[in-house]
T-cell receptor, first 115, second 111 residues
Framework: NAGVMQNPRHLVRRRGQEARLRCSPM?????VYWYRQLPEEGLKFMVY????????ESGMPKERFSAEFPKEGPSILRIQQVVRGDSAAYFC?????????????FGSGTRLTVV | GQQLNQSPQSMFIQEGEDVSMNCTSS?????WLWYKQDPGEGPVLLIA?????ELTSNGRLTAQFGTTRKDSFLNISASIPSDVGIYFC???????????FGKGTLLTVNP
């Protein structure tokens, strides 16, 4: 039973480049949640997706950030024209149904460094 | 937005000692959670609390859901070196899928 798989584990981008972070949910899970963790902070909710639908993106910055969860393949968090303030650990979690009560498992994260 | 105040920010203890940490909020939560995060890893759920006043144990860990639904504490008894890590509280409020996290307590255990 593979857990939530995130790749890459570490990503270095120069300012202005694009960052693509991938999240493959656990088998049988169709709900994905993305969180961001700034240095010495707790995780902050960014977006909740189901297959082909964005359910809640209230935590996403208004510009440069987008997320998708296509019918086939992993969920993608995309950051365009990265800036130093985007440096953080990005975690995704998945669940078999809506919400925490059904088992909500985090991946090991992608650590993005913008230089 | 909702915020959780977690304390202490860090703790340095000797192996075998007991540890206590807590979280408070200005908002009511329906569920309180405690996670542990090891370096370079994602958070792992330790204990989930679903009812006000609930006291739940998981091995050497004990956590309680405050009666006001605005606070929770976590106790670790007889600490061991592998308890080292960052402990986070998290609350689940009106949206059952959205977790609000505290800033964490960094625990260091000296053997």
């Amino acid at each position: 039973n593979a857990g939530v798989m995130q790749n890459p584990r570490h990503l270095v981008r120069r300012r202005g480049q694009e960052a693509r972070l991938r999240c493959s949910p656990m088998k049988g899970h169709s709900h994905v949640y993305w969180y961001r963790q700034l240095p010495e902070e707790g995780l902050k909710f960014m977006v909740y997706l189901q297959k082909e639908n964005i359910i809640d993106e209230s935590g996403m910055p208004k510009e440069r950030f987008s997320a998708e969860f296509p019918k086939e393949g992993p969920s993608i968090l995309r950051i365009q024209q990265v800036v130093r303030g985007d440096s953080a650990a990005y975690f995704c979690a998945s669940s078999p149904q809506n919400g925490f009560d059904y088992g909500y498992t985090f991946g090991s994260g992608t650590r993005l460094t913008v230089v | 937005g909702q915020q959780l105040n977690q304390s202490p920010q860090s703790m340095f203890i000797q192996e075998g000692e007991d540890v206590s940490m807590n979280c408070t909020s200005s908002s009511i939560f329906n569920t309180w959670l405690w996670y542990k995060q090891d370096p370079g890893e994602g958070p792992v759920l330790l204990i989930a609390l679903y009812k006000a006043g609930e006291l739940t144990s998981n091995g050497r860990l004990t956590a309680q859901f405050g009666t006001t639904r605005k606070d929770s504490f976590l106790n670790i008894s007889a600490s061991i070196p592998s308890d080292v890590g960052i402990y986070f509280c998290a609350g689940v409020g009106g949206s059952n899928y959205k977790l609000t996290f505290g800033k964490g307590t960094l625990l260091t255990v000296n053997p």
